[in-house]
């Protein structure tokens, strides 16, 4: 079992930035992949980007230029640094971790963290 604890996010103005963080804890060793997803009302759930055990990202479509992951492998967090904001980013962000020896989609989920891009 992984367990995952979200943190950072809130309220933000358009073009403003948010660091969300990711702690994992439990059975670290079994984790090959760590990284953030998102859901926004009445949208399925996406990936943002995420980072393998060899270091490897992997952005959706054009986040890259705005998202930046990171993935601290001493300390099994993972973070999100989203500048840029807009509106659209609005949705409640997930870490998810996949583990060696399967595949789809991750198996374990934070609880997810709000964020909110708006005037």
């Known amino acids: 079992q992984v367990q995952l604890v979200e943190s950072g996010g809130g309220l933000v103005q358009p073009g403003g930035s948010l660091r969300l963080s990711c702690a994992a804890s439990?059975?670290?060793?079994?984790?090959?992949?760590m990284g953030w997803y998102r859901q926004a009302p009445g949208k399925e759930r996406e990936l943002v980007a995420d980072?393998?055990?060899?270091?490897?990202?992997t952005y959706s479509g054009n986040l890259k230029g705005r998202f930046t992951v990171s993935r601290d492998f001493d300390k099994n967090m993972v973070y999100l640094q989203m500048n840029s904001l807009k509106p659209e980013d609005t949705a409640v962000y997930y870490c998810?971790?996949?583990?060696?020896?399967?595949?789809?989609?991750?198996?374990?989920w934070g609880q997810g963290t709000q964020v909110t891009v708006s005037s």
């Open positions: 998810g971790v996949r583990v060696f020896g399967t595949s789809g989609p991750p198996r374990y």
């Open positions: 439990g059975s670290t060793f079994s984790i090959k992949t």
């Open positions: 980072v393998i055990s060899g270091g490897i990202t």
